[in-house]
């Protein structure tokens, strides 16, 4: 049986878990009654809500055409860039990838973060042209797009010559005729065979196998997830694990090897070079080690990685409510778990602080942040979460450097006019504006990271919700300088007890309430934004003094406006330096630093004398 080992890299939500479902069912990876949620492949809760991919995932189909069986292992690849860390250790494994572009939106920001990943270590790529059937598709403009963004990336002359399919990944056919509507993916199974280049591994070599990808198990331990490079393993062989410099790690046995089988891992006795597997029996072995014979001293090479960009500072919950409503409160609990993730995570780093009540963990972006932090919240952790701040760095010519971003922001031509100056007040330069058809304009900006932080919801409220937005890493640049924060002050409780709607009536002419009737407050919490820009320290709680007179007027019902409950990553970007996040399994509230008015006060001084 031959063998394929290849990627989809896709744009968020251009389609690609959608076609992997399809070439299940049509490989007959699926019995034709069984019952496959749909895409299959985001297994992961948050996934599943948010629409997106998460974390790379492998997976395996075995195609039969004309009598030839060929096993087609298949990465699927997250398209958010905040999620890049994924992406750059698994292309090390593949021989081919699969790009797949939206038929009206063309090659966007995270496509070519990745493509320009691919196209480096030399894979060649197959270009899939998705959602042909759209109204609005553009097909031909798409793939002069994709043209040109492979020739911006250095691509080769042997990648400029890639082949082009049209699909319908919901509909389940690809076709090489651009105005093809029905049909089979039997020309991408095709294609797939005959493009990608069978894995060129070594089998008469010792083993040795690069490790890409970790999780945990509750029986097995650790399951490392790579491509064996040379040579076959056997279940209970011994095996041991060097660092990138080559020292051992540790030694031990092969307790379990697993192989891909559609959606499952399935028990193999033994791999052989070219495979994508995974082993369990080390302790200590972690991303980019080699697994190797014991009569190996010589790493295989990893890929680099991009460094973090962005760090927030997770600490214990100090608040009045702490321990009410999460199960995990210690900071113990809480290093255990960052360090966990940061051992599987090779794109987060983490920092203990020196009160080791707070650590400062490092990522991508406010999605990647926002996703751990949504994940530690579900499994009963308690937190206090600071704003992000970026990462600075001293520059070669030993000014301070800040990471800037290539934004991509299509949006209607009426509102063009305020995202550019709402940009250029966050130190974003214009590089690029065109009209994209449909009466929407397509602009490029290179903006400082600092700018853009607490920004997407603004931007939402400024073209009513019509507008897109797509960030990418762009390159480390001089310092721009001070930048503008959030031009409104707060509301803040100045006691503790329950809201009250006498009280919450009068303070709505202030500002905008962000608690309602009867919500558990303390002092220092934040209730509502100001309409000015100080913050106002209010009494939320005060009800109706009662009096044994009786009033000739009937009181008035009090009618409040909904309260404005912000989501996480709302409420991440919303907050000021002085300001926290209190994050638990139920509620999600903002709070001031020092919750003690007089505390406050000081801190404010000592900021301004320094």
Same mark, same amino acid.
């Given at each position: 049986m031959s063998l394929r080992n290849v990627a989809i890299i896709a744009h968020v939500d251009h389609g690609k878990t959608t076609l992997v479902d399809q070439l299940f069912r049509q490989s007959g990876t699926f019995r034709d009654n069984q019952r496959v949620e749909e895409r299959a492949m985001d297994s992961n809760d948050l996934e599943k809500e948010r629409g997106i991919t998460i974390l790379a995932k492998c997976t395996s189909i075995e195609w039969d055409h004309e009598g030839e069986k060929t096993r087609i292992n298949i990465v699927d690849t997250p398209g958010h860039a905040d999620f890049g860390g994924e992406v750059e250790r698994i292309l090390s494994m593949v021989d081919g990838v699969i790009l797949l572009v939206d038929s009206s939106e063309g090659a966007m920001p995270q496509t070519k973060f990745v493509t320009g990943?691919?196209?480096? /270590?030399?894979?060649? +790529?197959?270009?899939?042209?998705?959602?042909? %059937?759209? +109204?609005?598709?553009?097909?031909?403009?798409? /793939?002069?797009?994709?043209? %040109? /963004?492979?020739? *911006?990336? %250095?691509?080769?002359?042997?990648?400029?010559?890639?082949?082009?399919?049209?699909?319908? !990944?919901?509909?389940? &056919?690809?076709?090489?005729?651009?105005?093809?509507?029905? $049909?089979?993916?039997?020309?991408?199974? =095709? =294609?797939?065979?005959?493009?990608?280049?069978?894995?060129?591994?070594?089998?008469?070599?010792?083993?040795?196998?690069?490790?890409?990808?970790?999780?945990? %198990?509750?029986? /097995? $331990?650790?399951?490392?997830?790579?491509? @064996?490079?040379? !040579? *076959?393993?056997?279940?209970?062989? +011994?095996?041991?694990?060097?660092?990138?410099? $080559?020292?051992?790690?540790?030694? !031990?046995?092969? *307790? =379990?090897?697993?192989?891909?089988?559609?959606?499952?891992?399935v028990p193999v006795d033994e791999a052989k070079a070219g495979d994508i597997i995974s082993i369990a029996g080390l302790t200590t072995a972690t991303v980019a080690n080699t697994i190797a014979d014991p009569a190996v001293s010589e790493p295989l090479q990893a890929q680099p990685i991009d460094p973090p960009t962005l760090s927030m500072r997770f600490a214990v919950n100090d608040s009045p409510m702490a321990g009410r409503e999460g199960t995990k409160v210690t900071s113990r609990m809480i290093r255990d778990r960052l360090f966990r993730e940061a051992e599987s995570n090779v794109a987060i780093k983490v920092t203990e602080a020196e009160d080791k009540d707070s650590f400062e963990v490092a990522g991508r972006?406010?999605?990647?942040?926002?996703?751990?932090?949504?994940?530690?919240?579900?499994?009963?952790?308690?937190? $206090?979460? *600071?704003?992000?701040?970026?990462?600075?760095?001293?520059?070669?010519? #030993?000014?301070?450097?800040?990471? &800037?971003?290539?934004?991509?922001?299509?949006?209607?031509?009426? &509102?063009?006019g305020t995202v550019v100056e709402k940009m250029s007040i966050r130190k974003a330069e214009l590089t690029d504006m065109r009209p994209s058809g449909g009466g929407k304009t397509r602009i490029t900006f290179s903006a400082p990271s600092r700018g853009l932080i607490g920004y997407h919801g603004e931007f939402l409220s400024d073209t009513r919700g019509t507008g897109i937005m797509n960030r990418l890493f762009e390159k480390y640049g001089p310092y721009k300088g001070a930048i503008e924060g959030r031009a409104n002050g707060v509301l803040i409780s100045n006691g503790a007890g329950e809201a009250n709607a006498y009280a919450l009536g009068p303070l709505e002419e202030r500002g905008v309430?962000? @608690? #309602?009737? !009867?919500?558990a407050l303390y002092e220092g919490m934040i209730i509502g934004e100001n309409a000015k820009p100080e913050d106002l320290e209010v009494n939320p709680m005060k009800s109706k003094q009662l009096t044994n007179f009786r009033a000739s007027g009937k009181d008035d019902a009090i009618r409040l406006t909904p309260p404005r409950k912000l989501t996480l990553e709302q409420a991440i970007a919303y907050i000021d330096e002085d300001e926290m996040v209190e994050v638990t399994p139920k509620s999600i509230r903002l709070r001031k630093r020092h919750l003690d008015p007089h505390e406050r006060k000081r801190a404010n001084r000592a900021k301004q004398a320094a």
């Open positions: 990943k691919a196209l480096a /270590l030399g894979l060649r +790529p197959i270009v899939v042209v998705n959602k042909i %059937d759209r +109204p609005d598709e553009r097909t031909q403009e798409v /793939l002069d797009e994709v043209f %040109d /963004l492979f020739v *911006s990336l %250095d691509a080769t002359d042997e990648q400029l010559d890639f082949p082009v399919l049209f699909a319908s !990944g919901r509909n389940g &056919y690809a076709s090489e005729d651009p105005a093809a509507r029905e $049909g089979t993916l039997t020309p991408l199974f =095709k =294609k797939i065979v005959e493009h990608v280049p069978a894995p060129s591994a070594d089998p008469d070599g010792p083993f040795k196998f690069l490790v890409t990808l970790l999780d945990r %198990d509750n029986f /097995l $331990g650790r399951i490392l997830t790579g491509l @064996v490079f040379s !040579g *076959s393993v056997k279940t209970n062989m +011994p095996i041991h694990a060097l660092d990138a410099e $080559g020292k051992v790690v540790e030694s !031990g046995r092969a *307790s =379990k090897i697993m192989a891909f089988r559609g959606l499952e891992r972006g406010e999605l990647q942040l926002g996703v751990l932090i949504e994940t530690m919240r579900r499994e009963g952790f308690e937190l $206090g979460i *600071s704003r992000p701040r970026v990462l600075f760095r001293e520059g070669e010519t #030993g000014g301070r450097e800040e990471p &800037y971003e290539t934004v991509v922001i299509d949006v209607d031509e009426e &509102y063009s309430l962000m @608690v #309602g009737v !009867g919500e």
